[in-house]
């Protein structure tokens, strides 16, 4: 399964990484592992789990996968629209993966609040995908 989870996590990086919108927005500061100098605003991608789907003549999985975004600008103001950013990259994209296949990628929740400091906005955008091995 961490092979469904995995797939997705790298064409979730790549198009997050192409979006012109985005760049804008973070300036290229899309993350898997936030450096200790990262500047913000930046999104970091989060955890993930699979859960399988098997039948006797297909193997498939839903994935679960959260995208974090951390900004410390006054407000939820910036949050909110680099989260925006990010649903409309992912939500129904049709992503690219290298040995397996996307039934879909639809985003399902999402919310901001304040972080421990009682400074830092965090959100987190999460999506569900349904994906397949790929038949001969």
Known sequence: MAGAEYELQKAMDTVLKADAALAGLVAGRIYDRVPPSAKYPYIQIGE???????????????????????????GFGEAKRIMGAVDDCLDGAALQLETLRLIFCISYKSQVFRDADGLTSHGIVEFRAVIEKRTA
Request: glycine content about 4%; charged content about 20%; overall charge negative.
């Open 48 to 74: 993930g789990n699979a859960v399988s789907d098997r039948m006797d003549c297909l193997r498939s999985w839903t994935v679960y996968a959260s995208i974090h975004v951390w900004s410390i600008d006054v």
